[in-house]
């Protein structure tokens, strides 16, 4: 499984932006997708998940202005990002994992960079 993230950049606080990550190889496996983020030397953080039946969760921090997405065949999914604050800063990483009998392994898009200034 590959995973390619697009979107980031600058934003100003109270506005919006949109994620996307490609997925290829055997997206059919994938088990759960999601978005994680992360600041320099801080750890990397669940911010948003979903699973194969769609079902959604989120970090507490976010719940109402994020929304995370997937098309049927798994091969995108997306983080809607509304109401930004300069706390929400961070690189932004999509994640497919995929379970097994025994072990979970995960699949890390390359992270993109959101910055929230005015």
């Known amino acids: 499984v590959q995973l390619q993230a697009f979107g980031g950049g600058l934003v100003q606080p109270g506005g919006s932006m949109r994620l996307s990550c490609a997925v290829s190889?055997?997206?059919?496996?994938?088990?759960?997708m999601g978005w994680y983020r992360q600041n320099p030397g801080e750890q990397r953080d669940l911010v948003a998940q979903?699973?194969?039946?769609?079902?959604?969760t989120y970090e507490d921090s976010v719940k109402g202005r994020f929304a995370i997405s997937r098309d049927n065949a798994k091969t995108t999914i997306y983080l809607q990002m509304n109401s930004l604050k300069p706390e929400d800063t961070a690189v932004y990483y999509c994640?497919?994992?995929?379970?097994?009998?025994?072990?979970?392994?995960?699949?890390w898009g390359q992270g993109t960079l959101v910055t929230v200034s005015s």
């Open positions: 994640n497919a994992r995929v379970l097994d009998l025994f072990s979970a392994y995960d699949y």
């Open positions: 979903i699973t194969n039946a769609g079902a959604t």
């Open positions: 190889g055997s997206p059919a496996s994938i088990d759960y």
